[in-house]
DNA sequence: TAGCTTTGTGCGTTATAACGCACAACATTT
DNA sequence: AAATGTTGTGCGTTATAACGCACAAAGCTA
């Protein structure tokens, strides 16, 4: 009678354990030895019959001298053997979309992440901003919010006449019922715009 | 009597589930309703009285919704993290904000790009996976949409039961109100989420 | 061939991981 | 106070991880 053996990840560490003791080409006995771990229990999760505590896989890592989180992976990265069948690529369904393009300016490019859906009532541009570009935008409808996440480069936005600079990784959110502008200072930005529309 | 207790892998299990919990503010029945394990098991593992086994700790770390390897390190490490109030960092203004990162688990990096705000009942946040790690998320209220789009590698993205894999500069938009998983299948994924509440 | 290692697996026993249930401490309500 | 609910821990039982030992198959030596 089989024990818990069907769990994925028992299945995992078995095949590693194996992998890497044939790697170094030691016995049962040799890395029983070297792990303190008996060689009938390495012999048992070898073949995925038994689901070793984290002590003993410890005991296990320490002494082959590998990373713990090594034995958890999915063998078939490493090597090429695996009769998973999990390999799913199924391309239809509704989901993922290329992205669409906008053309606005030379120094500018829009990317259409996600258009503008009336039930979140946002819509999503990635913008690329280069040559030290200054885009300005005027006033839209108020309640109008934008939010701007830099993704490379710097950005300098401005607000109620006010200028502030944003370097890669910051954010900033903008009232935009009121005139704003942006401005490239690295050579090429990168930045994302989230426009929200109220109610 | 004492058993194992001393293993320091064991303690350091210990030490991490009861931080993991006490984050997320769950009982011991709690959890165990999470992850299938009772909550006896639950409390000697948090005593360091049991070093559970790998099968036993992966259930818990997919019921908690972390990587396995989050529950081995030292929690030495992890600095005090106080995130209690509900302050809402001023978002009046266009003052830049800085990125606040919360901490979940080392192979995945959340940084709150824009916190939920219920002018747009949207949340944007911008996650880093590592290491193959799979993440799984459990259904949301109904209604709730999540657009994803990849910044840099390879994200894979489960919904209804099928894997779809998505590159760099890639989006798709899927219900949350059902389950679903992302997984990095680059060794590094970059990936921005925008999650929607109706209403 | 026989005799001696080395390899991996099977078996019986012990230690303990994991479960369900019950109880005690504490908080909240009536 | 009494009643009710929640949280964590202790206890008895079952499942199984882990051990030591023994055995069978393969390999090497003489």
Redesign the interface.
């Known amino acids: 009678m089989l024990k818990?053996s069907g769990?994925?990840?028992?299945h995992n560490?078995a095949q590693n354990l194996r992998r890497v003791r044939g790697e170094r080409k030691l016995s049962l006995d040799g890395a029983s030895q070297l792990t303190g771990v008996s060689k009938a229990m390495l012999g048992q999760i070898e073949r995925g019959e038994s689901?070793?505590?984290?002590?003993t896989?410890?005991k296990i890592a320490t002494g082959l001298q590998c990373s713990?989180?090594s034995f958890?992976?999915?063998t078939a990265?490493t090597h090429e053997n695996s009769q998973e069948s999990s390999q799913?690529?199924?391309?239809d369904?509704?989901?993922?979309?290329?992205?669409v393009e906008l053309i606005a300016d030379p120094n500018m490019q829009v990317l259409t992440?996600?258009p503008f859906d009336p039930?979140?009532?946002?819509e999503?541009f990635?913008l690329v901003l280069s040559h030290h570009h200054e885009q300005h935008s005027t006033a839209h409808q108020a309640g109008v919010?934008e939010?701007i996440?830099v993704?490379s480069g710097v950005l300098s936005?401005m607000?109620?006449g006010?200028w502030?600079t944003?370097k890669a990784?910051?954010?900033?959110?903008?009232?935009a019922d009121k005139a704003h502008a942006y401005r490239d200072d690295a050579g090429e930005t990168r930045f994302?715009a989230?426009i929200?529309y109220?109610q």
Do not use: Y
């Open positions: 818990d769990s994925k990840i028992t560490v689901s070793p505590t984290i002590a896989l410890w713990f989180s958890l992976g999915n990265t799913e690529t199924s391309n369904t509704s989901a993922l979309q290329p992205q992440l996600f039930l979140t009532s946002f999503v990635e919010t939010r996440h993704i936005v607000q109620n006010q502030e944003l990784g910051e954010q900033c959110v903008l009232a994302m989230i929200h109220p």
